[in-house]
């Protein structure tokens, strides 16, 4: 039994497809779960209407996850644009569940436009809609329906459905959550919930199989939830194949004990599932579920921390104003010395542990000291090594608390190197690794650098990780060298008398202002991939003075609170997402041309 269309019935592109009015020529056509509609890349010739069901639109890169666009709902065409703009298709559109799909050829679209101007002025204003939205970086209809199956025992995914979809209720939304008793009925009943409900959790516990695969094939997204106190199973669950092969985008959730002080062995799961994500949530933590609550309606708040040598101290002014003002930090990045304070961030320090960490490493003594006779760099890079171990030990990626990820800068493919797994230490060392001063990280056949080289502030990266606001902290941006900072000492004496040696040479801030100093392009992308950007007024901190800790950590702290002091909305807001917003596409096209 299919679902009734959720098109307004006096629309001019639901008269296009069906009732009285209907063109001739449109075809009917079942798509199950998990089939494209199209390929990116592939000619544009039919325009297609959604009549139940539910399409998602993704944009796939070559080595980068796939970036999930937006969905397309009962009532909403798929094609337009390339099918007017005579173009192929830029993105991949998929069923997200089984759909009913009307199909118009692009002769006899044209054709009926010319009879009937109402169609073609309404498929305009859509088109217009859809590219301010994805302008404003708010994109098409978003993902509402999401899927959780326990992929182990010992996990009660009903309960951490009820404990997310309470921390949904509390952010304003309307949850539902669904188990096995939705495994028999129709998808007419599916789509009431759906239209009564802002997001709609499907929970499938351990052993129920047949609806843990319903469950796979008809959600916007899965999430594959096991325990991380256990070895993931020696048998792959079948239900990560069944969501593989209808390309669900898939995350992971490991549920820790309630009193785990951090997590442990996550790699085995990644390397098992190989999930799009990772979450970590303490058993029955209600601070740990509004993380994922938020992830799951478009109010997780990414942050992202550039590189800037000393400079870098005043993202740990940043941080300590978004605790004091309550707000939350779902997903942290970074670069350079940027990516040593997310890395801390993510590891669940607090501000007392994360400014003691940061001053012991990097302030009580220069951790560039070790200088070495300059064959591939000024150092040897032993302190900067051992101070990483000392600090972050032996832990993986996986296991820290928040997702995170660091960027290097790859000099064999010319390209920025994202580490979101691995040993979290070596990560850490090849974001650091500034050119000439440290040495390059080797990393197979890669040689890596700093990541401020390639990707200073990597604000689009994390855009893709999450739909919730970004917020970029950039301390990179500073004067540029004078002459006063690159002239020769008198007399080499006098330098070491007058304690400058302490913060190395004048080669070295000629290296890092090069290593972190990016093109005016690169820039702006970066700061227009923010929601919030905060540049702090760092004055007087050069970028080697590795002992101005406290000015450069209260220059953090006043900018991130003024900067949230003058937002009009709660920060979590900002790429407001509530899918009350969906229905101004419905309301746009029922109007009609004006």
């Known amino acids: 039994m299919t679902s009734a269309p959720h098109h307004p019935p006096d629309s001019a592109l639901a008269r296009l497809f069906t009732g009285p009015r209907a063109a001739k020529g449109v075809v009917w056509f079942s798509l199950p779960g998990g089939r494209p509609l199209y390929r990116a890349g592939q000619p544009a010739d039919t325009l297609y209407f959604v009549r139940s069901g539910r399409l998602g639109v993704v944009r796939e890169t070559p080595g980068e996850a796939p970036q999930f666009l937006g969905v397309i709902k009962p009532g909403e065409p798929a094609g337009e644009m390339a099918l007017i703009a005579g173009t192929p298709h830029s993105a991949t559109v998929s069923a997200l569940r089984d759909s009913e799909i009307l199909a118009l050829s692009r002769t006899a679209f044209f054709a009926e436009a010319r009879r009937y101007p109402d169609v073609m002025a309404e498929l305009a204003r859509l088109m217009i809609l859809r590219a301010r939205q994805s302008s404003s970086r708010m994109g098409m209809s978003e993902p509402t329906v999401f899927g959780f199956t326990a992929i182990a ?116 799961w990644v390397d098992a599932f ?75 320090w607090d501000d007392t542990e994360i400014s003691g960490r940061v001053s012991d490493a990097f302030v009580s003594s220069n951790p560039l000291g070790d200088i070495d006779f300059p064959m591939v760099a000024m150092t040897r890079g032993l302190t900067v090594r051992q101070r990483l171990k000392h600090h972050f030990g032996e832990i993986d990626i996986a296991d820290l608390w928040l997702p995170f990820f660091c960027t290097s800068s790859n000099l064999t493919t010319a390209a920025c190197f994202l580490h979101n797994r ?14 000439g001063i440290l040495p390059p990280v080797v990393l197979g056949e890669d040689v890596l650098v700093d990541g401020a080289v390639m990707c200073n502030l990597p604000t689009d990266l994390m855009r893709s990780w999450h739909r919730g606001p970004v917020v970029g902290v950039d301390v990179a941006v500073a004067e540029g060298l004078t ?26 801030s000629i290296l890092i202002r090069a290593a972190t100093a990016p093109t005016a392009r690169e820039t702006s992308q970066a700061h227009d991939a923010c929601d919030l950007l905060i540049v702090p007024k760092i004055e007087g901190v050069e970028l080697r003075d590795w002992r101005a800790f406290e000015p450069a950590v ?34 746009f096209m029922a109007a009609g041309p004006e």
């Not at 459905?161 to 007419?188: K, M, N």
């Not at 900067?563 to 596409?585: C, G, I, V």
């Open 153 to 268: 025992p010992g996990v009660s995914v009903r309960d951490l459905a009820g404990l997310i979809a309470q921390c949904v209720t509390d952010l304003g939304f309307r949850p539902a959550v669904i188990g096995a008793e939705g495994e028999h009925q129709s998808s007419e009943w599916f789509s009431r919930i759906e239209a009564s409900h802002d997001l709609v959790l499907l929970a499938a516990e351990w052993g129920e199989i047949d609806w843990s695969h319903l469950c796979a094939r008809q959600v916007d997204r899965l999430f594959l939830v096991g325990r991380g106190d256990a070895a993931p199973p020696q048998d792959h669950a079948p239900v990560a194949t069944t969501a593989r092969q209808v390309r669900r985008l898939t995350d992971l959730v490991l549920v820790q004990p309630a009193d785990a002080s951090a997590p442990s062995g996550s790699a085995r």
């Open 274 to 348: 190989q999930p799009e994500r990772l979450f970590q949530l303490r058993r029955n933590n209600k601070t740990d579920a509004a993380r994922l609550a938020r992830i799951l309606t478009g109010t997780s708040v990414g942050l992202a921390l550039s590189g800037g040598g000393a400079r870098a101290y005043a993202h740990v002014g940043v941080i300590r104003a978004f605790r004091e003002a309550g707000q939350p930090i779902d997903v942290v990045a970074g670069a350079s010395m940027g990516a040593v304070v997310a890395a801390g961030l993510a590891m669940g």
């Open 422 to 435: 691995g040993r979290l230490r070596k990560a850490l060392r090849a974001s650091i690794a500034l050119p």
């Open 483 to 508: 002459a006063s900072d690159v002239a020769r000492p008198p007399s080499f004496m006098k330098w070491l008398m007058s304690g400058e040696w302490r913060h190395g040479p004048p080669i070295v």
């Open 554 to 587: 209260a220059a953090g702290y006043g900018a991130a609170r003024s900067a949230l002091s003058r937002l009009d909305r709660p920060l979590s807001r900002l790429r407001q997402t509530h899918p009350a917003e969906d229905m101004a596409m419905t309301d």
